[in-house]
C-alpha cells in the first residue's frame, strides 16, 4: 500500500515560508527501522515501512545526497546553497547553514559533515554545531564517492581520473593515486583502497581494483561487472554495484574473492546495510531492492516514485565513514 500525505500541502508551505524560516513540518507514521529514500528525478522523499508501507513527503528540492548526522537526516541539494536537516523525532525540515549551490556528495565521520562539490572540484568540512564551514580542499575534477579512516579522507575524482589523501586536520592533498579511469565507489580495508569505476571511454570498466597504500601500487583486480561504482563495506563483506550489468555482488573484504551475485533493477546507484540485509536502489527501475545478506537473494521489490538515489536507515549510526 502506498500513501502519500501532505504534497501539496507540504508544498504551499515550503513556498509560504520560504522568505521566513525556511521550516517545513510533516507528518508520517512512526515505525520501526524506518528507511528513508531520496530522488534523484522528484523533489520527494519516501519513508518505507516493514518493507512495504511508504508515505511520499515533498521536498522543496531535490535532494543530490542524505546522511544521518548527530541524530538528524543531513539533505544536500545542487541547486540550493543550505544545507538542510530533518528532524525525526519532530518531523521538521529547517535550514542548517549556507554552504554555497553545487554539493553533490555527502559523508559524515570523526563529528565533521564533508561535502563534495562535483562542478567547482573542491570538498568542504563543516562542523554543525554551530554550523561552520571549518575548511576546504581543491581537489581534482569532479569529486564524488568518499570514505574516511580517521585521519585521512580518500575522494575519487571522476573525470580527474584520481584518487585523492586528504589529511582531515589540515585538509591538505596528501597524496594523489592513479588506479582506473574514472573512479567512482571506494572502500577501505586493512591498509588498501578497493575502488570501482566506469573506465575508459569505449572499453568500459568491469573490475574493482585494490590498491596498496604501503606499496603505493595496485595489488589485486577482480571482476565484478559492468561500470562497478559504488562499493559499500559491512563488518567481513564488500558488495559492489554495478550499474552497467544491473546487479550487486558479493565480496569478501579481505580477499576480493567472490561470494555472490544476484540482478536487481536498472541503474543500481546506492545501497545501505544493516540487520542482515541490503537496500538497494535502481534509479531507472523505481525500486528500492531488499537483499538478504546471507542468502544473497532478493527477498523483496518494493516500488517507489521515479528516481530513487540516496537512502539511510533511521538505525543506523551518525558515522558513516565509507560511502
Known sequence: MKRKIGLMGAAALALLLGACSGEVS????????????THIKKPVLTVISSGAE??????????????????????????????????????KLEPLG????????????????????????????????????????ETGRHPHSMAMDGSKLYVTNVYGQT?????TATMDVEATLQIVDRPNGI???DGSVIVGGHGPYG????????????????????ETGLMPI???????????????????????????????????????YYAVASGG????????????????????????????????HAMVLEEDTDENTGH
Request: glycine fraction near 6%; aromatic fraction near 8%; proline fraction near 3%.
Open 26 to 37: 510533516y507528518s508520517w507514521p512512526e515505525g520501526d527501522n524506518q528507511l528513508f529514500v
Open 54 to 91: 511508504q508515505t511520499e513527503l515533498e521536498l522543496p528540492f531535490i535532494a543530490s545526497d542524505m546522511v544521518m548526522a548527530e541524530d538528524k537526516l543531513v539533505l544536500a541539494s545542487k541547486e540550493e546553497d543550505r544545507l538542510y536537516a530533518l528532524d525525526l523525532e519532530t518531523q
Open 98 to 137: 549556507d554552504t554555497g549551490e553545487g554539493i553533490t556528495k555527502l559523508l559524515y565521520g570523526g563529528g565533521n559533515l564533508y561535502a563534495a562539490y562535483a562542478d567547482s572540484n573542491k570538498i568542504a568540512q563543516i562542523a554543525l554545531e554551530p554550523f561552520t564551514i571549518k575548511n576546504t580542499a
Open 163 to 167: 584518487v585523492q589523501a586528504i589529511g
Open 187 to 189: 572502500a577501505l580495508e
Open 203 to 222: 572499453q568500459l570498466n568491469d573490475s574493482v581494483y585494490r590498491y596498496s597504500l604501503k606499496e603505493e601500487k595496485t595489488v589485486q583486480k577482480v
Open 230 to 268: 559504488e562499493i559499500i563495506k559491512d563488518g567481513g563483506n564488500l558488495f559492489v554495484l554495478n550499474h552497467g550489468s544491473h546487479d550487486v555482488v558479493k565480496l569478501d573484504a579481505a580477499t576480493l574473492e567472490l561470494q555472490g551475485k544476484v540482478s536487481v533493477g536498472d541503474n543500481p
Open 277 to 308: 540485509n541490503l537496500y538497494v536502489s535502481s534509479m531507472d527501475a523505481d525500486t528500492v531492492s531488499e537483499i538478504d545478506i546471507e542468502s544473497f537473494t532478493v527477498t523483496n521489490e518494493i516500488p517507489t516514485a521515479a528516481g530513487p
